[in-house]
């Protein structure tokens, strides 16, 4: 079980980050499809930290010597899947909009074709 | 009749894309154009409209590739069966067209290269030397991925045929367009050649490349190629 100050922090900054992204939802600045991976991120976060003896377990099991050092590699790994998530959207956008520019390219064309 | 189209892709060539198009028009009439203009900031789109040059203005700038693409996608909307890449800048030399699209027309080839070292001729303009090394290193890269030579992988005086037209307004490479598009067509087996041409020194305009930047743009080059050579099964999945 971690020391109960620690959880309590834990709960505070989980409570913060879900408030901000259903804010951020709310606002249209996020859609709800991108939301789920950091609601899912902060409920996991949540939870590992609520479960008694889970991180422990999890920490002798995995070998770390010191608990910290674990929740940080974790932590770094869950940023860099987010990171690489956000990258696979933006490809995904710039090619989007590459197709949507070329045919308003061509479709303009076509227009001031006829026009002449 | 075969209908020929030429792509011209064009950012900021106000100062030689009109006399580009010219010479392809007192060349051979019968040749169509379409300029390709790249988001250009000068005076390019009005000056072709003035001139009554055929234009399509990408709203924003996509680089040389999809500016590329968009002109093979005008080509298939519009039913040619032979698109030439040709440079806006006055790099690119009428009189050798006739010699690309040559064996296009002969129905043996689906794909020619304009290049300026097949003979390891000297001739004309041949840019840097550091740039030639570079070159040098790219069809180095091209040969080990395909097995094929291509010693002017970076040429963009290039004919394709019908079926390069499709697949090439279906997808095609943006990041490092000349080099990955031939390694793409080479690893799906189309037929590929090269033929000797001379090259002017551009005109007007700035070459994408820029000399500071050229070592991270080889590695850049060099990895995308491979990357790209290993995508074949992807790609002719969707053929």
Request: charged content about 20%; some cysteine.
């Amino acid at each position: 079980m971690l020391p109960i100050k620690l959880i309590m922090q834990i709960i505070l900054f989980s409570g913060l980050m879900l408030f901000l992204v259903v804010y951020l939802v709310h606002k249209n600045l996020f859609t709800i499809k991108y939301s789920l991976i950091w609601i899912i991120s902060i409920a996991g976060f949540l939870l590992s930290a609520l479960i008694p003896n889970f991180l422990s377990t999890i920490q002798s099991w995995l070998g770390f010597e010191v608990l910290s050092n674990m929740i940080f590699a974790v932590l770094i790994g869950i940023l860099i899947f987010l990171s690489l998530n956000l990258t696979v959207i933006v490809s995904r956008q710039k090619e989007n909009i590459r197709l949507l520019t070329q045919e308003i390219a061509l479709i303009r064309e076509r227009i001031d074709r006829n026009h002449d | 009749m075969t209908k020929v189209l030429f792509i011209i892709p064009a950012y900021n060539e106000e100062k030689s894309i009109v006399k580009t198009v010219q010479s392809i028009h007192s060349y051979n009439p019968a040749w169509d154009v379409i300029v390709i203009n790249d988001g250009s900031k000068d005076d390019t789109e009005k000056l072709c409209k003035a001139h009554s040059i055929p234009i399509a203005t990408l709203p924003m700038n996509l680089g040389i590739g999809g500016a590329v693409q968009t002109g093979y996608k005008y080509a298939l909307h519009n039913n040619y069966d032979i698109a030439i890449q040709f440079d806006g800048d006055g790099q690119h030399n009428i009189e050798f067209v006739h010699d690309i699209i040559k064996d296009i027309l002969a129905n043996t080839h689906d794909f020619i290269i304009g290049s300026r070292f097949v003979d390891g001729k000297r001739e004309g303009f041949i840019s840097s030397r550091l740039r030639r090394i570079g070159i040098r290193l790219i069809s180095i890269t091209i040969k080990i991925l395909t097995g094929h030579t291509i010693t002017d992988p970076t040429s963009g005086f290039r004919a394709a045929n019908r079926k390069v037209i499709q697949a090439f307004a279906e997808s095609y490479p943006i990041e490092f367009p000349e080099p990955e598009s031939v390694t793409l067509l080479l690893k799906q087996e189309y037929k590929v050649k090269e033929v000797p041409v001379l090259m002017n020194e551009r005109q007007g305009g700035t070459s994408s490349i820029h000399t500071w930047k050229s070592a991270y743009y080889m590695v850049n080059v060099l990895l995308s190629l491979v990357i790209v050579s290993m995508q074949k099964r992807k790609i002719n999945l969707k053929k």
